[in-house]
Each structure stands twice: as C-alpha cells, then as structure tokens.
C-alpha cells in the first residue's frame, strides 16, 4: 500500500525538471544547418507546459540504482524528445486531427501541417543524437539506443498507434476480450515510453539484472495506472456528465477502461496498478522511495 509520505513531493522533483528542461533547450539551441522557423516549432513542440513524466522517471531509477542522474540526463531528453514527437504526429489532421495540445495550439495549428510533419522527423533524429552525447559511455549507449528505437518503433509505439488508429472495429465484442485487446495497445502505445524510460535511467546506472527486471515490472503496472488515469482524466470534471460522456465514448466506439469497465471499477483498477506497481519495488528499499512518490501522484493526477 502506499503510505501519505510518499505523496509529499520533495525539492529533488522541482530540480529534476529544472534540469531536464534545462538540458533540452540547450539540446534545441541554434546551430549551423536548423532552420530557424523549424526549430522555433521544435522548441514550442518540446518546451510546452508538459509534465515530464518520462525523463523524470529515466533520473528516477537511475538514482534508485545507485546511479548519478547527471549520467542520465542525455537519455531523459531523448525520450522526451520521441514523446514529443509522437504528440506532434498523434494531433495531425491525419490522425487525432487535435486543434489543443498542452493548453495551446498544436504545432500544426500554430505553425503548419508540413512543418508538423518535420518536427516530428527531426525530434526523433536528434533523440538518438542526445542519447549518444556524452556523458553517455559507448557501453551504456549502444543497447540504450537498440532499447529506445524498439521502444519507438513498429512494434510498440508506432505499432500501438497503428492498430489503435485501425479502430474499435478491430476489437472483438466480448468485454473480456475487449479488455485484452485494449491492454495489448496501451502497453504498446503508452507503455513501451515509460517502460523504456525507467530501463534507460537503469542502464546509465550500470543497473543488475534484477533491477532491471525489477524495474521493466514497475514500468508494466505503472503505464497501465497512466493509461487508465489518462481515460478517467477524459471523463472527470463534471460528475453528472460522466454517464453521459462514457456512453457518447461507448457510440463512438471508442475504447476506453471508463467504457469497458464503468468508472468506479477503472479507478478501483488504478489503484490496483499502482500497489502492483509499488510491490515490484520491494528489493529496492529506500532508494526508489521518489518512485513510489511519483506512482502515488499519478494514480492522483488532475492533468
Ligand atoms: C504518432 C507514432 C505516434 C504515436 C502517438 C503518444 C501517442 C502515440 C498518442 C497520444 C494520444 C494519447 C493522449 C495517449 C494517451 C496517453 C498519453 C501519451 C498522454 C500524453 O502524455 P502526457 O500526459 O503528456 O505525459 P505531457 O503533455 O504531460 O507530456
């Protein structure tokens, strides 16, 4: 269970994103060759108020495994760079067709579709370029960079955006079923990033097996509590619109864990993701306490 400590959020978090943004503006600085309208719409893309959950949790368990977070600031700016641009593309009139992103209008909105198109590129270029940067040693950098681009790639983050965009006609009737195949995206979708994300921090901490293995089972629990949160967020607000919201979800056959399993039972599920996710942690003792931190505040999130 999670205790009322691991909800008080320490200086160290404010530091952490004050580094990590830090670190990716200078990533997205001039230089010789950027056009300049590309990289004002890269840095808009990137710097946006986001929470950034995933570069937070690359320094996370890079701590947690003993590791300086120093180390792993190259990789946290990488994944949060594909996770940018996977937003970028995910709002293109093409896909989610999203005039909002981040309480703003999205690139393609404030800026224009082509130019969308090309952050995108360039974002998920320059990611594999930051990650190789030093101070990441050639050691940590070679199965980082295979990690992270199977993470990104046809398989998981692409592959889950692609079958996702196939549809509810795709996925099959009975509501069991419908959960499975529902899971089967997000762990894809959502889940690879911040699996990848904890993986990374690990690597750059010279992380054992088993913390490895310890952390790609927190990473699992953890992106479906995200997921599910991230579904129940959709529907909060107004609590007399829920019922009607769902079922406008449940018209468009769009597939949600408040359609398939109503919205008393996905937060009873998110709460259930995250002790699955805080148990994974057991080995670890008192270091990954700003993990456990970071799941608490996630199952509460209000954005
Ligand atoms: C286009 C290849 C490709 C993939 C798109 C990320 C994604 C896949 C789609 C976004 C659609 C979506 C809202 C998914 C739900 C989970 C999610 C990724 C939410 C956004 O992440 P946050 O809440 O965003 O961490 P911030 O803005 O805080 O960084």
Redesign the pocket.
């Known amino acids: 269970m999670l205790t009322e400590a691991a909800t008080k959020d320490p200086s160290e978090a404010a530091a952490d994103v004050q580094a990590i943004e830090g670190a990716l503006s200078q990533a997205l600085s001039d230089a010789p060759g950027r056009p300049p309208r590309l990289l004002e719409a890269m840095r808009y893309a990137v710097l946006g108020p986001?929470?950034?959950?995933?570069p937070r949790l690359v320094l996370t368990a890079c701590r947690a495994c003993g590791g300086d977070p120093a180390d792993a600031l190259p990789a946290a700016c990488a994944v949060e760079m594909i996770?940018a641009y996977?937003?970028v593309?995910?709002d293109l009139p093409a896909?989610?067709d999203d005039d909002l992103?981040?309480g703003r209008p999205t690139v393609h909105r404030q800026f224009d579709e082509a130019t969308a198109i090309l952050v995108g590129d360039a974002l998920l270029a320059l990611a594999f370029e930051t990650l190789v940067w030093p101070p990441t040693p050639v050691q940590v950098a070679a199965p980082a960079c295979r990690e992270l681009a199977h993470a990104a790639g046809p398989a998981m983050?692409?592959g889950?955006?692609a079958d996702d965009l196939s549809g509810a006609e795709a996925a099959p009737d009975d509501r069991d079923a419908a959960l499975a195949h529902l899971e089967a995206i997000h762990r894809r979708?959502?889940g690879a990033m911040i699996n990848v994300s904890l993986r990374l921090g690990a690597l750059c901490a010279s992380a054992k097996p088993q913390q490895l293995s310890d952390l790609t089972a927190y990473g699992d629990a953890l992106g479906l509590l995200?997921?599910v949160t991230?579904d129940l967020l959709d529907v909060a607000g107004d609590e007399s619109a829920v019922g009607k919201r769902v079922g406008k979800d449940q018209q468009a056959g769009k597939l949600t864990y408040p359609v398939l399993l109503g919205v008393e039972a996905s937060r009873a599920y998110a709460a259930e993701m995250a002790d699955r996710a805080v148990a994974a942690l057991a080995s670890f003792g008192p270091p990954a306490e700003p993990l456990r931190r970071l799941t608490r505040q996630i199952l509460e999130r209000d954005r």
């Open positions: 986001g929470k950034r959950l995933r996770h996977s937003l593309h995910d896909m989610d992103r981040r983050l692409v889950g955006q979708k959502t995200f997921q991230d």
